[in-house]
């Protein structure tokens, strides 16, 4: 999930039918609707490069590294995925499209609506997949939270994704559970895919992770004790720029790009040119998997 939501809970290339379509202009036609599903065998690097996807969402590439990041974890055609938390929908952008061409499922594992600003946040991922159905196909929209039930059938799923949110649900109470949800809806020897801000190394992990970041021994601590075994590790989305001693914590980098604590007015007097310089965190990315046996 995104680290905005953090806050607030604290909290498809169309050429043929394009060309299909100016020739029947040009002839004065009106042309046909364009079929639910025209659109097929997208590969990773096209749904990355998705005309659907905002400049804003693009601009972060270089520091979320998508196509690096979910071929390291294994996404692959055919696969049913399951992703916790998903936020403004950052990478549902790429990988329900990808899924939806390749023969695959996207669950998204939404926040449970306790209250009014999560119901929101539900609501609004909602209607941007019912806005654009050709592009997303048939997102399941399931929920995750201190009382939700299963977010998938269990053994039903291929990949399991936790996108920077361990800080979220280790401030919520409820981390062990995710790990234990995920660990219930893969099947053997599906993966759990871990991107999460990284904590320097050493000293004694703040179980509430106030300043969003986590040790990556940690992390895969909790992982193991729900029954996951480490595969591998990567410093695909690692920033040895990061000093991690920020005054509004993770939070101060970009994307969210604080100049008060969260919850206050914005300080425009914040000089924000060393954060600015730094970019968004380092970040730990995890492949664990679950035993076949």
Not at 56 to 69: C, G, Q, S
Not at 109 to 118: C, I, Q, V, W
Request: charged fraction near 25%; hydrophobic fraction near 45%; charge should be neutral.
């Amino acid at each position: 999930m995104q680290d905005g939501l953090s806050t607030s809970m604290a909290l498809l290339s169309r050429r043929s039918v394009l060309a299909g379509t100016l020739a029947l202009t040009a002839c004065g036609r009106k042309p046909e609707a364009e079929p639910a599903k025209a659109i097929r065998d997208m590969t990773l690097a096209e749904a990355v490069a998705g005309a659907w996807r905002s400049p804003a969402d693009r601009a972060r590439d270089v520091w979320r590294h998508p196509v690096e990041t979910l071929e390291f974890w294994g996404l692959a055609p055919g696969q049913t995925v399951v992703e916790f938390w998903p936020g403004a929908g950052w990478y549902t952008d790429i990988v329900a499209p990808y899924l939806a061409a390749n023969r695959g499922k996207l669950i998204a594992a939404n926040l449970e609506p306790a209250d009014p600003a999560s119901a929101e946040i539900v609501e609004a991922y909602r209607a941007r997949l019912k806005a654009r159905p050709r592009v997303y196909g048939e997102v399941e929209i399931t929920a995750f939270g201190p009382t939700s039930g299963p977010v998938a059938p269990a053994g039903a799923a291929d990949l399991v994704l936790f996108l920077r949110n361990l800080h979220n649900w280790m401030a919520a109470g409820i981390v062990e559970k995710a790990f234990r949800d995920a660990f219930a809806a893969l099947k053997p020897g599906g993966v759990l895919g871990i991107e999460e801000h990284r904590a320097g190394a050493g000293g004694v992990q703040d179980v509430l992770a106030p300043d969003g970041y986590v040790q990556e021994a940690y992390a895969v601590r909790l992982a193991q004790e729900a029954g996951f075994v480490l595969d591998k590790t990567s410093e695909i989305n690692a920033n040895p720029k990061d000093t991690k001693d920020h005054p509004f914590g993770v939070w101060t980098l970009p994307p969210v790009a604080l100049t008060a604590p969260r919850g206050e007015p914005p300080n425009p007097a914040f000089d924000r040119s060393r954060y600015d310089a730094i970019g968004e965190s380092d970040r730990m990315t995890l492949r664990l998997v679950k035993p076949k046996a």
